[in-house]
């Protein structure tokens, strides 16, 4: 179990710009997780995979961001045309099995500022 | 959807000392209540949970309590000590499709020497 891996961990771009996001879950996890964080706010769901099919989209996505999981292990998260309001901490989680309420396990994240 | 709220948003206590911190939860139907905690430049990391079906939870110094008439639980850290200086946050599940978490706005503990 090496862990829920993200990368990079902090990203500088340009407003405009597009940027990607990878997230590697642990080997065996059937769900994944897409998460943001701004500062001195808690996570904030934006959508999870069950294997390689998305479920499930927060209003908070929006037609800017895409995330894919195609094969069912990793995942990236791709932001088109960058806005300021998207500098914030991007954090991708998985869990085991079918259950709903199986626990989180998170990755370092991934830090992006737009300037 | 599920409205949690977490109080209080800063918490200092000597070292040694109790730190007990609380959330309220919106959804009747919410079983599972996780508790993590953050450092600084790192992710959330589980440290207790627990489902509707017990009332308390304990693991060495952390426990957590669940009153699911009042829609509240708590996190007690006894014996604080420095390294437990971190930034908690609660959560509870959502009413997505995978009941997804939904967390509290977190609290900042500071363990003083």
């Known amino acids: 179990d090496t862990g829920v891996s993200q990368d990079p961990r902090h990203k500088i771009t340009k407003r405009g710009q597009n940027v990607t996001f990878r997230c590697d879950p642990i080997?065996?996890?059937?769900?994944l997780y897409w998460y943001r964080q701004t500062l001195g706010q808690g996570p904030e769901f934006l959508t999870y995979?069950?294997?390689?099919?998305?479920?499930?989209k927060s209003r908070l996505l929006s037609d800017r961001f895409s995330a894919e999981r195609p094969k069912g292990s990793f995942s990236t998260l791709e932001i088109q045309r960058t806005e300021q309001g998207d500098s914030a901490m991007y954090l991708c989680a998985s869990s085991p099995g079918q259950a709903n309420n199986s626990p989180l396990h998170f990755g370092n994240g991934t830090r992006l500022t737009v300037t | 959807g599920e409205n949690v709220e977490q109080h209080p948003s800063t918490l200092s206590v000597q070292e040694g000392d109790s730190a007990v911190i609380k959330c309220t939860y919106s959804?009747?139907?919410?079983?599972?209540f996780p508790w993590y905690k953050q450092e600084l430049g790192k992710g959330p990391q589980l440290i207790i949970d627990?489902?509707?079906?017990?009332g308390e939870k304990k693991d060495q110094r952390i426990a957590v309590t669940l009153n699911k008439t009042a829609k509240h639980f708590s996190l007690h850290i006894t014996e604080t000590q420095p390294e437990d200086s971190a930034v908690y946050f609660c959560?509870?599940?959502?009413?997505?499709?995978?009941?997804?978490?939904?967390f509290g706005s977190g609290t900042q503990l500071t363990v003083l020497p």
């Open positions: 959804d009747s139907a919410s079983n599972y």
């Open positions: 995979f069950q294997n390689e099919a998305q479920l499930e």
């Open positions: 080997s065996e996890h059937n769900r």
């Open positions: 959560a509870a599940p959502g009413t997505g499709s995978a009941r997804q978490l939904t």
């Open positions: 627990i489902r509707s079906n017990v």
